[in-house]
C-alpha cells in the first residue's frame, strides 16, 4: 500500500519591492533581483516576508512584484509584465482619487479577507455596525457574513451566491456604505491618502462623509433612511443604452423627456435610461427597431429619474436636521460633473435634489484625467468604476497603470488578502507612504475565504 504525502501548503503570495535614484539603476536592480530569485528557490522564497519594509528615497523611481514562488517572480520581473510588476516614478500618484461605486455588485462574504488581516478595516467596520443595530435595527452582520460565528467571519463562503436580502434597498445602501467607508478610513491609515473624491450614486454619500461633508453617523442614518424612501417608491426600471443621448431623440420620441429620463451618462456611447417599467419596455422595442443595442439592469428602482422627485421634499427635511460642512478634501458632484461648491455642499436643497438629477460621472471622470498624475483607486467590489475611467476619451496613454482595485467583484478569482498586496504595490509604486505594519502578521490566515 502506497502512503500518499501530504500536498505542502500554498505559500501566499509576497509583495517584492525595490527603489533606485534612475530608471536605469532600477532596470539593472530588476535583473539582479530576478536572478537572486532563481537562486533562492522556493524553499527561501517561502521564508521571505509577506510585506516588504524598505525605504524608499524621495524621489526615487520604484517598482514592486507580486508572486506565489520564486520561478514565477523572476519570471513577471524579466518580462516586466504590467500586471504583476508595478512601476512608479516622481509625479506619479501626485492626484490619488478614492472612487465610491453603486450598490448592485455586493455578495455575502464582502470585505471578509480585509476584516481578518486589515485592523482599521475591521474597526471601522465594526463602529458602522453598531450604529446600525442600534438606531435601525438592522443586523447587518448576519447578512454580509451569513455563516458568522459570534467571534467574527467563519472561514467559509461562497460568493456565487448571493441570497436576495443583500440585494433590498434597506440592506444594500447602508451595508455598501458600511464596507467604503471602513475601507477608506483603513486605506488612509495604511498610507494612502487622497487628494479628491468622487462617488457614483448613493457612493457619493460615503465620499461627502469621507471630505468631512457628513459625520458618520449622521451619513450612516441619511443613507439608511434615504433607502426607506426608495423601497417605498413604486417599481421602476432602468436601461442601459450603446449610444450618445443625443442619438436617443429620434427613437424615443414622446419618451425621453417625458416618462423616461436620462439617468447616468457614465461616458460616450454608455447612457442610461430611468423610469416606468412599461415605458423602460417601450423604450426597448424602439431601440431594438433602431438597431441601438440596449441592456435592463438589476434593478427595482428608476433612480435619477423624475419618479424619485418625489423624495425631494422628505430629504430636505432630513438633511436639515444635519450638520453640514464644506469639504476638507475637494469632491466631485454627480449633479454638476465638476468641483462641489462649498455652497453646494452645505444645502440640504442641493444633497436632496441629488438622487432625481441625471448622474453626470462622465464630467466628472474629464475632471479626474485632467488632474497631474492621477491615480484612481475603487472602493466596492470589482472595477465597474476603473473600467468606465479607463474607456473614457480623456484617459491618459497609461492610464491601466493609473487604476487601482481594492476588493474582488463575485466572479473574481483571487482572494482579498492579494487584491490587497495588488493594491498596496500599487499605491507604494506610486509614492504612497505604506505602512507595511498595519498589514497582518498572518498572512496564511488572511487567505482564506471567509464569511
Known sequence: MTVREPSPAPVPPRLLTLSAPTGDLLEGATDDLADRLDAMGDAGFARL??????????????????????ASAARWLRKRDVRRVFTGGPGDG?????????VGDQYPGLGAGLYRCLPAFREGLDRCFRALADEHGLDMRAVLF???ASGGPSDVFDRHTAPQEIHRTIVAQPLLFALQYSLARALMAFGAVPVALAGYSVGEYTAACIAGVFPVEDALRLVTRRARLVD???????????AEPRDLEGPLNGLLPGPLSLAP???PQQTLLSGPVEAVEAAVRRLTGAGLPC???ATAHAYHSTMTEALTGPLEKLLAAVPLAPPAIPLLSNVTGTWLRDEEATSPVFWARQLSRTLRFSDELAEIWRLPGPQLVELGPGQTLTRLALGHPDRPANALASVVQTLPGRLERRTEWELLLTAAGRLWAAGAAVDWAALTEDPAAATKEHA
Not at 516588504?52 to 517598482?63: K, L, N, Q, W
Not at 501626485?94 to 453603486?102: H, M, P
Not at 417605498?232 to 450603446?242: E, H, I, Q, S, T
Open 232 to 242: 417605498k417608491l413604486p417599481p421602476g426600471a432602468m436601461l442601459a443604452v450603446a
Open 265 to 267: 451618462v457614465n461616458g
Open 94 to 102: 501626485a492626484s490619488r482619487v478614492f472612487l465610491f461605486s453603486g
Open 49 to 70: 516576508p509577506a510585506t516588504p519594509a524598505p525605504p524608499a528615497e524621495p524621489g526615487a523611481v520604484r517598482r514592486a512584484v507580486l508572486a506565489d514562488s520564486a
Open 295 to 297: 441592456q435592463r439592469l
Open 146 to 148: 451569513p455563516s458568522a
